[in-house]
């Protein structure tokens, strides 16, 4: 019986790569249905699937229950029939040329089998005729279960379909995990054909991680691509598959033609399609990051005038020439693999319909106003394919522009490529659309960047094109379109410090909307006021400002901006400690950019609710639960908004989490972790240009790394936030600077020195208190510094030889040892203050048990059992740390030492 025939993608000597499951789940099919068929993209391996299936069955059941009958040859029912026959050893010759009875004699002999598995591999060019045969053959021998592999279904009644995909992926590009997948296993065996001693690094790893996922994890395509490693090494073959079919052109000898290079296996999958569903096929490759249907059919035409988009899509769809996967909402997006792409995109060439086709891509991916930016994120890749093709294209400038003006106007994304794309449309403006329109052209473009840059932190950048922005409309008279520009300029210089010149810009936008009754432009200056107001302490008129604009907003359908307005308010509410209220417009504001698809301004929403939590609680004396639960919430908020920030590229957002999670990690004492965030903080600031932010950032960074130690980092880092705050006009950003300077002098000082810093400290807190209420940086800058003069001030009690305890228990120092800091160990502080009470009271007096439980965990009731061995845990505690001699246990409780001469140092710190 024939069908031992060597195929593509399997080699004596070696199974299946990445496939046990797909084998296992095939088998699970055959067993159950009579008719099974796989399909998939040529080169996925459909047939070595199919060929390890008839090898087990053959393992398990002997060489004659299953056959195997390649039929790609084949081109009609007879020729079909005579290829089986002759597989099957049924003598057709001798037969009638009757057709109607060769398949009868063909139908006997296979009913003579018994119970047989049945392959016909590679079926696509010969679907119908296979169709009708199998539903013959299945009616006429019970016992007979078929397996067809095809690039497409037999579409027969009985048949079950198993759709055979590309090779797993590695998780991700490093090293570390690009052994995972599949796919990096199959380049690495079919290397080591050639090299056997092929072993390569991570770096390397990571290399051929990006080669298969380029090449779609194709199983063939990677054989070809690891034929070239001897010869290019991988960094090479990565770089030279821009022109994948020049340089996988090669197979090993043996190879059937249609897998001799990738070329020829996507070739014979498109010589079989009609000519409508080439054309269409050809056109798809304009796309870029997948589509949706509806895109498809205002971008295909067909040759038929009467033929359907849709019905030819599901064409190709059903071919596995296109792939199909869930959009997230219901819906369903299109695409290519990048083989297919390539190969289609040279097709569409041919044609000569590119650039008719491109065309009806720009038309339909550059939207006349803002688009929702869920959509903008979703389609950003065909965005930017419409923005490079203006670039060559005159025609296409205009629909670039459009297409630039809303990626920028988005959050996330490739934020260095659409930089890159609006610096040149915007240098090419002039050459490309000539000297009539390029002025408006580059006004809009103009506009984009700044808002681009500002929200990137290139403040200076942003401040820059709206002066021009500015300029190219002062001579035509539109005061709607100055004052827009002039808005932009509002904000950038707003952002930079430059109070007094920003509020004069934006009144004077906010007047010139007015008198063109332009409402939506008035309420973004008046958004853009309140924002600045805020920060000078002006909050009653912040409030009537941002007031008026949200009356604006609600009158309208702009939701974003109605967003920002509720979150400017909740931030004035911030301000001005108004917490409950704050919180309230936070969520609010969370609610609805979640329900618009707006994950920036969500995730604002999250750190500014953040902000309430850590404003809430206090620093020095007196902390309870609350305390502890607001910082709690205060980090747990933070996290949440800078992963957000991280994923939407977000750095100036992302470096103030980091700066304010830098700050709770210095109240409590943490310093490594402060100066970590610190430092994280401070290089994404730095990065993202933006001055302000940059100056309070690097100066809390120094106040954390005095508190560790690094005396010449400290001293650095304020250098720079001088140098940062140096043109700054805002009062609060240089008392908050003075603040940090006052705490790295405090903490850095000995001697006689320590005591003018002191005074220095208290002086600078003096001054600030007015402003208190002004600015959350003032506050969190103020109570930090006043923590840290605490902690100075109890740090002179008597002598460094002597034995000393807080009044309160929030530290304790040994003779000749160093502070230990109890102010985060609640039950320790309250159990060693009630200890020293005793001490001083009664000295020799012991604390029972019950009265330690009580004194460490005031109003809780627990077992007699689990009260003890919280205190027992605790006095554990405090030997370790140092009181081992001190603390003495009697028969009838604790106490410390009475011989102990004890030097009680002033409360908090």
């Not at 417009?585 to 609805?592: I, K, S």
């Not at 470096?655 to 210095?666: D, I, K, N, Q």
């Not at 002086?763 to 003069?789: C, P, T, W």
Request: charged content about 25%; overall charge negative; proline content about 2%.
């Amino acid at each position: 019986m024939r069908g031992d025939d060597d195929t593509s993608g399997v080699h004596a000597g070696e199974g299946l790569i990445g496939r046990d499951d797909d084998l296992s789940a095939l088998a699970d099919a055959v067993a159950g249905a009579s008719l099974v068929t796989v399909t998939g993209l040529g080169g996925v391996g459909k047939t070595s699937l199919a060929r390890a299936l008839v090898t087990a069955e053959r393992e398990r059941h002997g060489s004659e229950s299953a056959s195997w009958c390649d039929v790609t040859d084949s081109t009609s029912r007879e020729e079909v029939v005579a290829a089986l026959a002759a597989t099957l050893g049924v003598d057709l010759e001798a037969r009638s040329p009757d057709d109607a009875e060769r398949e009868e004699a063909l139908c006997r002999g296979l009913a003579d089998l018994g119970a047989h598995l049945l392959t016909l591999d590679n079926t696509e060019q010969v679907t119908a005729p296979v169709a009708v045969l199998t539903e013959a053959w299945l009616e006429r021998c019970p016992e007979l279960r078929i397996l067809v592999t095809s690039r497409e279904r037999l579409g027969s009644s009985a048949e079950h379909q198993y759709a055979l995909g590309p090779l797993a992926l590695p998780a991700q590009s490093d090293g570390e995990h690009a052994l995972g997948g599949a796919a990096v296993e199959l380049f690495l065996t079919r290397v080591r054909r050639v090299e056997p001693s092929y072993s390569p690094d991570d770096s390397e790893l990571a290399l051929i991680g990006e080669v298969v996922r380029e090449l779609d994890g194709l199983p063939l395509a990677i054989e070809l691509a690891a034929a070239r490693v001897p010869l290019l090494g991988v960094s090479a073959l990565l770089e030279r598959l821009v022109d994948r079919f020049r340089v996988l052109n090669r197979a090993p000898a043996g190879t059937v033609a249609r897998h001799s290079t990738l070329q020829a296996a996507i070739a014979w999958s498109w010589e079989l399609l009609s000519e409508d569903e080439a054309t269409a096929l050809a056109q798809c490759s304009v796309f870029r990051g997948g589509f949706t249907a509806a895109a498809a059919e205002q971008v295909l035409t067909l040759i038929a005038e009467d033929a359907s988009v849709i019905d030819v899509l599901q064409d190709l769809l059903d071919k596995s020439l296109i792939g199909s996967r869930s959009d997230g909402h219901g819906g369903k997006r299109l695409r290519l693999t990048a083989n297919m792409h390539a190969y289609a995109e040279a097709r569409l060439s041919e044609m000569a319909i590119r650039s008719a086709a491109e065309s009806r891509h720009a038309s339909f991916f550059a939207p006349l106003s803002l688009p929702d930016p869920e959509w903008v994120r979703r389609e950003r890749d065909n965005l930017l394919a419409v923005g490079e093709r203006g670039l060559r294209e005159a025609a296409l400038f205009p629909s670039a522009v459009r297409a630039l003006g809303a990626l920028a106007s988005a959050s996330g994304g490739p934020r260095q490529r659409v930089a890159e794309l609006l610096d040149a449309t915007i240098a090419e403006a002039r050459v490309i659309a000539g000297d009539a329109d390029s002025s408006g052209l580059r006004f809009t473009l103009l506009r984009a960047r700044a808002n681009f840059r500002r929200r990137g932190g290139d403040v200076d950048g942003a401040i820059r094109d709206a002066i021009e922005a500015c300029a190219l409309v002062t001579d035509e008279g539109d005061p709607s379109l100055r004052a827009s520009a002039m808005t932009d300029l509002g904000h950038a210089l707003s952002e930079r410090g430059s109070t007094r010149d920003a509020q004069r810009t934006l009144e004077e936008a906010a007047a010139l909307h007015r008198g063109a009754e332009n409402d939506g432009e008035t309420a973004r200056a008046l958004v853009a006021l309140g924002d600045l107001l805020q920060g000078t302490g002006e909050l009653s008129v912040a409030r009537a400002y941002l007031g008026e604009a949200l009356a604006i907003y609600e009158r309208s359908d702009d939701r974003p901006a109605h967003i920002r307005a509720l979150l400017n308010l909740a931030n004035v509410d911030a301000t001005a400690s108004s917490r409950v209220a704050a919180q309230a417009h936070y969520e609010d504001a969370r609610r609805l950019a979640e329900q618009s698809g707006e994950p920036y301004l969500a995730a604002y929403a999250v750190m500014g609710t953040a902000f309430t939590h850590h404003d809430g609680r206090n620093d020095q004396d007196g902390r309870n639960d609350q305390d502890e639960q607001d910082e709690q919430d205060a980090r747990r908020h933070y996290q949440e908004a800078l992963s957000a920030f991280a994923k939407l590229e977000q750095s100036r957002d992302e470096g103030l989490c980091h700066s304010y999670l830098g700050v709770l990690a210095h109240t409590r004492r943490d310093f490594v972790a402060a100066v970590d965030h610190g430092r994280r903080a401070w290089a994404l600031l730095d990065r993202s240009g933006n001055q302000r932010y940059g100056a309070l950032a690097v100066g809390r960074l120094a106040c954390a790394c005095a508190a560790a130690g690094h005396r010449v980092d400290a001293e650095a880092y304020l250098g720079r936030a001088r140098e940062l705050l140096r043109d700054d006009q805002d009062p609060l950003s240089a008392q908050v600077h003075a603040m940090h300077e006052a705490l790295v002098g405090l903490v850095q000082s000995s001697g006689e020195g320590a005591a003018a810093a002191r005074g220095a400290a208290r002086e600078i807190l003096d001054a600030s208190a007015e402003n208190d209420s002004l600015s959350f940086g003032v506050r969190l800058a103020r109570r930090s510094l006043a923590a840290e003069l605490a902690l100075a001030g109890s740090e002179q009690v008597a002598d460094e030889t002597g034995f000393a305890i807080a009044s309160d228990g929030r530290w304790f120092r040994c003779e000749g040892g160093e502070r230990v800091d109890l102010r985060r160990r609640r039950a320790l502080r309250q159990v060693l203050a009630h200890l020293l009470t005793s001490h001083q009271d009664e000295a020799g007096s012991a604390m029972t048990l019950d009265e330690l439980f009580a004194a460490g965990w005031p109003d809780t009731r627990l077992a007699p059992d689990h009260a003890a061995n919280r205190v027992y845990n605790v006095l554990s505690e405090l030997r370790g740390m140092g009181l081992r001699d001190a603390l003495i246990s009697r028969d009838d409780g604790y106490l410390l030492d009475p011989k102990l001469e004890i030097r009680v140092g002033e409360a908090g710190g």
